[in-house]
């Protein structure tokens, strides 16, 4: 069964570092990889998805990489500001079956909280 | 605008009693999907549903049903054999590839 780890659980940093937030998968037969931004009591808003594939995608300040032989995925965000506090989930989705689709099941991870403080 | 929502925001049930969140969509995406979030833990699958009346049980489909009459439409039912059902409801929907997921703004349910 596919576990997802994320480190770390909170990461509280100060306006304008960079930093790393890291995930784990147990099982590297994965179709694609989906990294989300969640807020306080709102729904998952996607920031960036990388396909088995790929090795990285890029938007704006956000950079995600994938080493699927290893089971690790990091998400690299650049200039960190107040407005990315929030908490950043990584999920995975299993290979396609015979059918032709991995039918989006996602596995989560429980998420880095980040704090970015002025 | 394309997209998902999900009704009510906020519910609350009382013990015994079965409630009925709403999830609709107009992406025209084929795949359909209710998650559940309980604090400092990562969703997990309840149901899914790949096509018109069809659906199978995700990782903790007991104590909830779901129906699939129509392509946009995907209500979750919590039953009164959920032993736990308060938590914050995800729907989403995907195409029939299941490449991409896309999510719902949730249904946070508290029992009283």
């Known amino acids: 069964k596919q576990e997802v780890t994320q480190i770390p659980a909170a990461l509280s940093v100060p306006e304008g570092e960079n930093l790393v937030l890291n995930c784990s998968f147990t099982?590297?037969?994965?179709?694609?990889l989906q990294w989300f931004r969640q807020d306080p009591g709102k729904g998952l808003t996607s920031l960036l998805l990388i396909q088995s594939s790929q090795r990285e995608q890029t938007s704006g300040r956000l950079n995600a990489s994938l080493d699927k032989s290893s089971g690790r995925s990091t998400l690299y965000i650049a200039a960190s500001q107040p407005g990315d506090s929030a908490t950043y989930l990584c999920a995975v989705y299993p290979q396609r079956d015979a059918g032709g689709t991995s039918y989006g099941k996602l596995t989560f991870g429980q998420g880095t909280i980040l704090t970015v403080h002025p | 605008d394309g997209g998902i929502t999900q009704s009510p925001k906020y519910l609350f049930r009382k013990e015994g009693q079965n409630v009925t969140l709403s999830c609709e969509q107009n992406l025209n995406h084929d795949a359909m999907y209710w998650y559940r979030q309980d604090p400092g833990q990562g969703l997990r699958l309840i149901y899914y549903s790949q096509i018109v009346n069809d659906f199978q049980k995700g990782d903790i489909a007991e104590g909830y049903s779901v129906s699939r009459e129509k392509k946009e439409s995907f209500p979750l039912t919590v039953t009164s054999a959920q032993k736990n059902p308060t938590a914050f409801y995800l729907c989403a929907s995907s195409t029939s590839g299941g490449a991409r997921g896309f999510f719902g703004p949730g249904t946070r349910l508290t029992v009283l």
């Open positions: 099982d590297s037969a994965i179709y694609n």
